[in-house]
């Protein structure tokens, strides 16, 4: 496999399905993917995985899930960090690859690949924690004990925006406490998905423990559907996740989801507004708006209304927009055709229920490829972009008359995923990261980005109930406790 993903764009790769420890193909229908900037130009080519091959992959888990289990985490930590190891020597193909395949610039894909080495290098390194807490026991001579168990088979389906590192956020943790897996990657980027199996199974995972299935998304839906699958893992719109929570709690299946946002970003009178332009801008349009935690929408409170404008329309105004390879790009073409649809479509609405465009960069985007124009516009919260998540590098700034109005506007969507404001006041700080319904609340700083070490997670329809990603102690999906009580001297009574 290593060759036919290091190829050149008259090459295309040749992909294969990772099942039992093996490389099969397919056993349906041809696909392709394409480079967004270039619709033309064909970065892979696979034959979809049919049910023969869904039953083998999921057999091949529960056959597995035993010994992996048994292994130890020391032991399972090791084949991370040997992981960790070998995407770091492919960082460069890699990233390159992530380009040609989703269309984020180059520094993107080079930062996304460092940030998922670190992942792996994280939850390798908690191999080595302490497992399990003891408590006493009304029995003199007996301690009791509770011990982590994995689940058993875990189903991954992960999407394309992010196509590395959701997934290391997802499989590394499950792998490391014990679990097997089934990972449907989306069929945007099955070439950087296939590239990141083959790492994994070069590191020493035994056959079976990571078994990788391309297809589309109602093979996800059959993987989600079987009743050995234990527990799922997912990211992506409301309507799927939604689907995939009514199907796996009823059999009593754990279930973790990430889902969509319409996050906003507060900027109060007392702030440096050419800082908080900085930060808005960055939080909006970087990986051309293609983000869960993207800024959306802007609130600027009172005068700071005023003084905000001149610093985000130049800003927006100076953004070049371009192929991802090319070094003067920042801001790279949207994944599908389909998608720069989307986005010019919910432009267009909000237009003619009377937004006003306030920038746009003063370079046209090429004329080939999927690319649209970064996008400022002005309104109010009846415009339907100001409730319905546009999945592209487009924001809407708000007035607030004051900070308990900005708030309110805050609030007032079905989404909980991310939250910023802008501001020196400590007071106000305290007051919205009490306040704000969102999983995450950033100060002077972009709605996008965080920690691998701290929790990651929405609410309302931004996310499920459950224990959140990333963090050690919050990665619960993938395992649960049983209690056990030892002797410690003596004969029982």
């Keep these: 496999m290593t060759e036919s993903l290091t190829t050149t764009a008259n090459e295309p790769a040749a992909l294969r399905h990772l099942v039992g420890g093996a490389w099969?193909?397919?056993?349906?229908?041809?696909?392709?993917?394409?480079?967004?900037?270039?619709?033309?130009?064909?970065?892979?080519?696979?034959?979809?995985?049919?049910?023969?091959?869904?039953?083998?992959?999921?057999?091949?888990?529960?056959?597995?899930?035993?010994?992996?289990?048994?292994?130890?985490?020391?032991?399972?930590?090791?084949?991370?960090?040997?992981?960790?190891?070998?995407?770091?020597?492919?960082?460069?193909?890699?990233?390159?690859?992530?380009?040609?395949?989703?269309g984020k610039t180059l520094p993107e894909s080079r930062a996304e690949v460092e940030l998922s080495v670190e992942t792996l290098h994280y939850h390798a390194g908690r191999g080595r924690s302490a497992d399990g807490v003891s408590y006493p026991s009304g029995h003199p001579d007996e301690l009791i004990r509770t011990v982590r168990r994995p689940l058993g088979v875990v189903a991954a389906i992960t999407p394309w925006n992010f196509p590395l590192q959701i997934p290391a956020w997802k499989l590394a943790p499950a792998l490391l406490c014990g679990n097997t897996a089934v990972w449907k990657p989306a069929s945007e980027t099955v070439a950087v998905a296939a590239?990141?199996?083959?790492?994994?199974?070069?590191?020493?995972?035994?056959?079976?423990?990571?078994?990788?299935?391309?297809?589309?998304?109602?093979?996800?839906?059959?993987?989600?559907?079987?009743?050995?699958?234990?527990?799922?893992?997912?990211?992506g719109s409301v309507p799927v996740g939604r689907s995939i929570q009514a199907t796996v709690l009823p059999r009593g299946a754990k279930v973790q989801l990430e889902l969509g946002g319409h996050n906003a970003a507060i900027v109060l009178p007392d702030v440096d507004k050419g800082e908080a332009a900085e930060a808005i801008v960055a939080g909006a349009m970087s990986s051309t708006g293609?983000?869960?935690?993207?800024?959306?929408?802007?609130?600027?409170?009172?005068?700071?209304?005023?003084?905000?404008?001149?610093?985000?329309?130049?800003?927006?105004?100076?953004?070049?927009v371009g192929e991802g390879t090319e070094e003067a790009s920042r801001i790279g073409?949207?994944?599908?055709?389909?998608?720069?649809?989307?986005?010019?479509?919910?432009?267009?609405?909000?237009?003619?229920?009377?937004a006003r465009v306030l920038a746009r960069p003063e370079q046209r985007p090429p004329e080939t490829g999927h690319f649209v124009q970064p996008t400022v516009l002005e309104g109010d919260t009846g415009l339907t972009i100001c409730q319905e998540e546009v999945f592209g590098p487009v924001v809407t700034l708000l007035r607030a008359d004051s900070?308990?109005?900005?708030?309110?506007?805050?609030?007032?969507?079905?989404?909980?995923?991310?939250?910023?404001?802008?501001?020196?006041?400590?007071?106000?700080?305290?007051?919205?990261?009490?306040?704000?319904?969102?999983?995450?609340?950033?100060?002077?700083?972009?709605?996008?980005?965080?920690?691998?070490?701290?929790?990651f997670g929405g609410l309302k329809e931004s996310s499920f109930p459950a224990p959140r990603e990333q963090n050690a102690d919050t990665s619960a999906e993938f395992f649960t406790w049983s209690k056990t009580a030892y002797l410690r001297t003596g004969t029982p009574a």
């Design 290 to 320: 293609q983000k869960c935690t993207a800024t959306r929408r802007v609130i600027a409170v009172g005068e700071a209304y005023d003084a905000l404008v001149p610093e985000l329309v130049s800003r927006v105004r100076a953004l070049v």
């Design 333 to 354: 073409p949207l994944v599908s055709a389909r998608a720069r649809e989307e986005v010019t479509a919910a432009v267009a609405q909000a237009e003619r229920e009377g």
């Design 24 to 102: 099969h193909a397919g056993d349906g229908a041809q696909r392709e993917s394409t480079n967004p900037a270039r619709p033309d130009e064909v970065v892979a080519r696979y034959r979809i995985a049919g049910d023969a091959l869904l039953d083998e992959a999921v057999a091949a888990a529960r056959g597995a899930a035993r010994e992996w289990a048994t292994a130890g985490a020391i032991a399972r930590g090791k084949v991370l960090r040997k992981a960790a190891g070998l995407l770091a020597e492919r960082a460069e193909s890699v990233a390159l690859l992530m380009t040609r395949e989703e």
């Design 195 to 235: 590239a990141f199996a083959e790492v994994l199974a070069e590191a020493g995972l035994p056959d079976g423990v990571l078994n990788l299935l391309l297809g589309p998304g109602e093979l996800g839906a059959d993987l989600v559907a079987r009743p050995e699958i234990d527990g799922v893992t997912f990211t």
């Design 403 to 455: 900070l308990e109005e900005a708030v309110t506007i805050a609030n007032g969507t079905r989404f909980g995923l991310t939250a910023a404001v802008f501001t020196c006041d400590e007071r106000v700080v305290r007051r919205c990261v009490s306040e704000l319904d969102a999983g995450l609340v950033k100060v002077n700083a972009p709605n996008t980005g965080s920690e691998l070490h701290a929790p």
